[in-house]
C-alpha cells in the first residue's frame, strides 16, 4: 500500500507562495494520476486543487487554482510537488496528496468531483494565509 508523507505547509502573508511537497512510500511513476485536495475545517467536501496523470504528466487543474498554481513531479525521487504563488487568505486549508490507480487511463479532466476514487491518502499539511 503506498504511504505519503506531505511537507512544506506553514504561515505566509497574502500574495506569498510556498511549496508543497509529496513523497511517495513506493515507486508511483506509472499508471497513477497523482492529485493535491485541500479542506477547510468545517467543510465536509475535499476540493480538488491539482491533478497529474504520471503516464504523459498531463496536469489538471481546479477553477481558482489556474494560473497560480503548478503539479509537477519528480520520478526518480518519487516526490510530486505543488508550486502554489499569488496565494490569497481564501487558500487556507489542509492539504493533501492522493493517488488513484488509473493503468492507461488518465486523470478525470473534473478529478475533483471523483475524491473518493482516491485509494492512497497522506495525512495533510496546513497552509494558512494572512491578509
Known amino acids: 500500500q503506498v504511504q505519503f508523507q506531505e511537507s512544506g505547509g506553514e504561515s505566509v502573508q497574502a500574495g506569498g507562495s510556498l511549496r508543497l511537497s509529496c513523497v511517495a512510500s513506493e515507486y508511483t511513476s506509472s499508471g497513477y494520476c497523482m492529485a493535491w485536495f485541500r479542506q477547510v475545517p468545517g467543510k465536509p467536501r475535499r476540493e480538488g486543487v491539482a491533478a497529474i496523470w504520471t503516464g504523459n504528466d498531463v496536469t489538471y487543474y481546479g477553477d481558482s487554482m489556474k494560473g497560480r498554481f503548478t503539479i509537477s513531479r519528480d520520478s526518480i525521487k518519487n516526490t510530486f510537488y505543488l508550486q502554489m504563488n499569488s496565494l490569497k487568505p481564501e487558500d487556507t486549508a489542509m492539504y493533501y496528496c492522493?493517488?488513484?490507480?488509473?493503468?492507461?487511463?488518465?486523470?478525470?479532466?473534473?478529478?475533483?468531483?471523483?475524491?473518493?476514487?482516491?485509494?492512497?491518502w497522506g495525512q495533510g499539511t496546513q497552509v494558512t494565509v494572512s491578509s
Open positions: 492522493a493517488a488513484e490507480v488509473r493503468g492507461r487511463r488518465p486523470c478525470y479532466g473534473d478529478f475533483g468531483d471523483f475524491v473518493s476514487d482516491y485509494q492512497y
